[in-house]
């Protein structure tokens, strides 16, 4: 396997993760796409060199079929995964006019109860403190 | 013994379910249980006590060391003969405790009736797994039935500290059971007591466990705060579950386990013995300070389950036999006084001693029954209570562990019990009264039903105390269960002037000086309550700091921002294996920088397409750029012997292209810019860690030789076992065929996700909105409609050509499937949604879910020939013109494969192809 490809992996990877963690839908979208074709060529790589195309009785040297099977499939489930995605997108646009991924209110809320709790124990504390 | 448990839950669950039939015949049906096992024990009680175990074993999964294995053995009839035995009493008398109008009687009762099979089982288990279940069954019944009063609050709160403290001691003791079976190789009772492991850290920490799991239902300090808590059921339910039988489970696995590890664990005596000894005097000095007397008798109990787990907790041969005595000795006199308590309250509506009136006439047999009861708690010459007493000191003055110190301990304690002991007989008896009676409650004469069995209990506590020589068999055959080494037992009254009875004297002499000097000992006394953590406050505080932490925990961890929280997934998934590539093996590929200048020239390409689509701002330029990867992508794919995957992925990369037209055409052109520098900052560093990571992943798979045994196999067979020459789709359809169904059914899954968020919202049946503009033609050129229609046939041509040849050539039913959805695009691009509506009367969805079933059905028609799933035939065919056809069941498999495929692509089109009903610009301007 050569560098080039190992390098182009790593980049596709890393521009990948850069836009997962937007908020934007489209740029999760696009990322978790870059993602999916940096996979696709690893699994490729660990097939080791490449090869003629594996039919049976063809060459003697022939690629390693089994990544291409993976492959195959995740090329296909990727796009189901896309257009799911996509659809979550335009679901979001339609309801609130935007893409974006908005924060969890429930979280929030329980962040915030926990501040307020934290506030009212020390209160309470410092009363008992007062009384005795 | 399995029919006895069955009973149990049967008559049980009748009871339960048609309380409000019964009435209170309930008690009858859900009594059946305890009775039926009494007379069974009587049958069997000559065998059992020549030291003969029954035994009764029901395989289940005995690879996990699961069996439902069943052993009756000395100790375990001792046991059954207290839960049968007090069992029937306790029926008998719950009879004529509670009204017969009693609302929800009938659960009540069935929930005791559930109970008591509950502990049949867990004396009778000889599996530690089945143990556990039968466990975790009292615990579970135990508090529906101290919360059996779920209108009030109290109960409910006292029903769950019951859960949570036992519950959580079960967890642990299951953690500990699980590593001592493992250390002993079995998962037996009998055979791990037989046969101990030998001493070890997991063995320490597997032990330390069980004891916190059997302290924890045993009440034992610091976690005894439950069971004065647990007062709150009915007194019938306290007499039996909080006094005679439950409480004892956690005693009676140290008693079997004692004996196999108090030697050979050093820490073991020390540990076990002290904490008995701290709960016998905490609990006595708690006890001391209450004016109910049910709770007076709950920190009794707390107490004297100290001195057993004490006793127990030595597992010398004398203690064994002691501590089967004592064992005996309080069931009887404790369920006698509960009673009497009860009793007490249905007479006189109060069971504070400070209200309790002197007895009338009718009620001396209560406070006969109480007498005796107390005398035998105090521990008072014949009285049972007193025999057991005697053994114990004995057997604690030959503690193999500090016996000075556990033998002062315990005489303070036994000080102490007969102090509350003459404090319950004084005040069930009207002594203590300071208020006058209430005169509105007119004071009702206790019926037999709730003197009787009382009466019965002391009798044996009376008979046993000065003819003890009665219990020889069965204390013998219970002491020799546990040790082998002990012979037969003998017992006596009386012992001769020596140490023990002087610190029997002692104790009694102590406990009334404790009594008669209550008043000026009331400071003392007053420390019981004051230790530094006393177990409510303890539990209330464990409570608060839980809740406390899980909500901090969740305010930090959880602050609500998805991308932190991918953030931290991400960074984990590439921080852990990648600190390991670190140590591993490196390697620089085969040495080449690149394999070919056409490889080189593709990379480049994908990286400057990659980079593009990652910093533009537009959002139509960015989806572009991702297509060009993808693009790319197909052309690596030749270059490296893979056309299928070219195919493919140019087909996918059109399909994507269109979908990503079709939606972001709605969506802004650019990408809001929110962001603040340094969380951007932060993004390119997570970005860059994972990036390194996965690179250094790639370099160290291509240094490991790639797997060739499976792909050489495949290789091989793909002809003669999978009938095709292209490998990539034999493995697809035939080799990993279940894989394949499993993929085209997330397809169908996320098809159908897709249509349903794009089309909520809309009408059904797809009427337009007759309010909507309507769709905006595009121009009709006659030359693109007609090219588009060669076009389109010559692509269907091709996809079922794919389809067909793909077992022996590049293709298959994926590839095959992709070319006909491009070929829907391109009807869609010219046409609109209706020309690809018209291509065939049938919904998107049929073609989607007939690829499936016909899928499915390949997949399993074989199971009906007597073949196994997806397995392959071939038929072949002599067809005139194309000579010899070879038909096979793959291509059943991959036609499925295909229509699938297809309905995707057409799925996605009736999701987005439509003109939506445009967000009117009110609403959208509204929410901006």
Known sequence: MSLAIVGLIGVLFAAGTYLLLQRTITRIIIGLGLIGNGTNLLLMATGGRPGATPVAGGGSEVTDPVPQALVLTAIVIGFAITSFLLALAWRNWTLDGNDEVEDDISDRRIARAERDTEADGAGASDERGDGA | MTALLTLHAVTGAIAILFGRRLGRRAVYVAGLGPLVTFAWLIAEFGTILDREPITESVRWVPRLGLDFDLRADGFGALMLLLVAGIGVLVFVYSNAYFPPNKEGLGRLIGLVGLFAGSMVGLVLADNLLILYGFWELTTITSFLLIGNDHTDARARAAALQALLVTGAGGLAMLAGLLIVGHEAETFSLSGLIADPPAPSTALTVGLALVLVGAFSKSAQWPFHGWLPGAMVAPTPVSAYLHSATMVKAGVYLIARLAPAFAGPVGWWRPAVVTIGLTTMVVGGLRALRQTDLKLLLAFGTVSQLGMMVAVFGLGTADAVAAGSVLLLGHAAFKAAAFMVVGALDH???????????????????????????????????????FVAKEYDLEALQHSPWAPGLVTAAAVVGSALTAAYSLRFFWGSIGRMATESPDPAVAARRSPPGLVVPGLVLTAATFVAGVVPDVLDRLVSASAASLRPTVGSVHLDVFHGFNLTLVLSLVALGGGALIFALRRPLEPVLALGGELPVTAATGYAAALRALNRTADRVTGVVQNGSLPIYLGVIV????????TLLLSGAWNDGDGAIVD????????ALILGAAAAATALHRRFTAALFLGVVGYAMAGLFVVRGAPDLAVTQVGIETLTTVLFVLVLRRLPDRFEQRTAAPMRVLRIGVAVVVGLTVF???????????????????IERAYPDGHGRNVVNVILVDFRGFDTLGEITVLAAAAIGAVALARAGRRPGGVRDSAAPPPVPLDRITVLEVSTKVVFIALSTAAIYLLLAGHNQ????????????????????????????????????????????????AAIVPLLFGGSVLESGVHTLDVPVLGEVKLTSALAFDTGV???????????????????????RDTAGGTR
């Open chain 2, 696 to 714: 250094g992943l790639a370099l160290a798979t291509g240094a490991e030789d790639p797997a060739t045994t499976v792909s050489d196999t495949f």
């Open chain 2, 596 to 603: 070919s200048w056409s490889q080189a020239a593709i990379a």
């Open chain 2, 347 to 385: 007479a006189h509506g109060t069971r504070d001693l400070r209200r309790l009136p002197r007895p009338e006439r009718g009620q001396r047999p209560v406070a006969l029954i109480g007498a005796i009861a107390a005398a035998s708690m105090a521990g008072v010459p014949f009285a049972l209570g």
């Open chain 2, 810 to 857: 590049p293709g298959g039913g994926f590839a095959g499937g992709i070319v006909a959805g491009a070929a829907v695009a391109l009807r869609y691009i010219s046409g609109g949604i209706e020309s690809v509506r018209r291509l065939s009367r049938s919904k998107p969805w049929t073609p989607l879910g007939v690829g499936l079933i016909t899928a499915a059905g």
């Open chain 2, 571 to 578: 960074l984990t998934a590439a921080i852990v294996p990648g």
């Open chain 2, 898 to 920: 295909f229509l699938v495929v297809i309905g995707l692509a057409m799925m996605v089109f009736e999701s987005f192809g439509d003109d939506p009903p445009a967000r009117s």
